[in-house]
């Protein structure tokens, strides 16, 4: 009986061996060539044997921690101000070097195809790449298995592999912060946003029973949470538009957002997401539309603090795979831009429906974010109108300063109002920059929506282009004169064409 306790003492002997003689190590997304988040105690984390003591130095300062029993250890470093390139050193048993590291903006790209296709999918994006020459634009994606998880510099030879939203989003924030940015990529095409919830979340939430739940974040997005960054970019939804996917699918992006948040410990960090473009299919103001319900609930979303969201239905190209993907990263940036980098005068959202005031047979629409005055681009369509308990028409819809004035033949008591709710709706409806508003429909609710800032308008008044001649314009953007009735006209704008960005 002497000889099983022989051997198991050998093996205790062994394994205190080996794991006194373990390297200090880490994983990506700690690298050569990163971005660490810039003004944040960013965490660092790794393995080493239990009861060793690891030093991480970057930039002038050290921090020293004993791995705990598991062998595991973190650090918290210092915030830093922007800069670069700097060399991390972690030093226990053996250093390990990390070199070409950069402070700066740190942004999470995430969600399904939209976001995940790279700029290589698309054969109007070549030029793109042969000018993508930009060493402070770096990337680390979780794309797909068997591929190198590591940074890589944006450049001709390696900006193809990069998310095509990503990078049009990246340069833009790069461009106007002028520092490094870093791009952390967990999009994958084809997926729930069952399959992104955390555990904790799920564990709250037993109802969400699909198979795919908590997948994608245990493969994808488990190994980054926490790595500091600035904020999240999101497009996801084309896989829940289905009758089972779509009704739950506003409450269970909130949770997702939620949850997000409480994994990384940082607090409410910005959550920017697109609205799903436009697909297929002719408008019908009586079609139930999956997508348009999807679209509701990423538009009520906007409840929850620091977000925002850029309206892509107008980009949208026939199919899901829209290639416009320079517009959809450029109104991504936008309320990075005058939310979090100082450019107060960046319009950032298109107009949001917040209120519904029913008068008669008229319904009235009260509209946040329209800056510059609401405008039409061609004839106002889109409105569909409804009685209690009615089958809806589509509406006709006239603009009256920062409302839409909606009626139907035959409705003498209206009750409800939709905006754009198709597939592939008709849409009309901008602001003064261009910006398109949000599909949406009154029998939900207003949300709460965060207030833009007006422009300030230098002068007594603006001139815009109308397809009848000049429109003057106050400062608020307010039109003046009335029509019959007491409803101001509003003649349908030449709207600002949107910028070739390469």
């Known amino acids: 009986m002497g000889y099983p306790r022989l051997s198991a003492l050998a093996c205790l002997a062994s394994l205190s061996a080996a794991a006194v003689s373990a390297n200090v190590a880490v994983k990506p997304p700690f690298a050569a060539s990163m971005v660490l988040q810039r003004n944040m105690a960013n965490p660092v984390w790794g393995t080493a044997a239990a009861g060793e003591a690891v030093t991480v130095s970057i930039g002038g300062q050290s921090k020293t921690v004993t791995a705990a029993a598991g062998g595991k250890w973190q650090v918290k470093l210092d915030p830093m101000e922007a800069a670069g390139p700097l060399t991390l050193k972690i030093v226990g048993s053996n250093t390990v070097t990390l070199g070409d590291v950069y402070i700066g903006e740190v942004w999470q790209v995430a969600g399904q195809s939209n976001m995940d296709t790279r700029l290589s999918f698309y054969p109007n994006l070549a030029d793109s790449i042969k000018h993508a020459d930009m060493p402070l634009l770096r990337y680390y994606t979780l794309r797909q298995p068997g591929e190198t998880t590591t940074w890589l510099v944006v450049s001709p030879a390696t900006a193809g592999k990069l998310s095509a939203t990503g990078y049009f989003f990246g340069k833009q924030i790069q461009k ?30 037993p109802a969400i029973n699909t198979a795919d739940r908590g997948g994608n974040w245990n493969t994808w997005v488990a190994n980054v ?58 408008p019908d103001p009586n079609n139930v539309s999956y997508v348009a319900q999807v679209r509701e609930g990423q538009r009520l979303a906007l ?76 004839a106002v369509t889109g409105f ?49 920059a261009g910006l398109p508003a949000s599909p ?56 600002r064409s949107r910028a070739t960005v390469r």
């Open 225 to 282: 949470a926490g790595f500091g960054l600035r904020g999240t970019v999101w497009i996801q939804g084309e896989q829940n538009c289905t009758a089972a996917g779509a009704p739950t699918y506003g409450e269970r992006f909130k949770l997702l957002i939620k949850g997000w948040r409480a994994a990384w410990g940082q607090g409410d960090f910005p959550f920017y997401y697109g609205q799903l473009s436009s697909t297929t299919g002719a």
């Open 440 to 495: 949406f429909t009154t029998e939900g609710e207003p949300g709460t929506v965060a207030m833009g800032k007006r422009p300030a308008h230098a002068g007594a008044a603006m001139a815009v282009g109308t397809a009848t001649g000049d429109v003057w314009i106050n400062p608020m953007g307010r039109r003046s004169g009335k029509a019959a009735g007491g409803i101001s006209p509003v003649p349908v704008f030449r709207l």
């Open 176 to 205: 106007t912060t002028g520092v490094a940015v870093g791009l952390v990529v967990t999009a994958v095409g084809g997926t729930t946003i069952e399959s992104w919830l955390d555990p904790v979340t799920l564990s709250a939430n």
């Open 384 to 432: 569909a109108i409804a009685a209690a308990g009615g089958k809806w028409v589509w509406g006709d819809a006239v603009i009256s300063g920062d409302t839409v004035i909606v009626s139907a033949a035959g409705i003498d008591k209206p009750a409800k109002v939709r905006y754009a709710w198709s597939d592939n709706p008709n849409y009309s409806l901008y602001n003064g």
């Open 303 to 378: 409840a929850l603090p620091a977000t925002a969201m850029s309206v892509h239905m107008d980009i949208g190209s026939g199919g899901w795979h829209f290639p416009d993907k320079p517009t959809a990263g450029f109104r991504l940036s936008l309320p990075a831009k005058a939310l979090l980098y100082g450019q107060k005068d960046v319009v950032y959202s298109g107009p949001v429906w917040v209120s519904l005031i029913l008068a008669g047979n008229k319904a009235k629409l009260v509209f946040a974010h329209t800056e510059g005055g609401l405008a039409v681009k061609g």
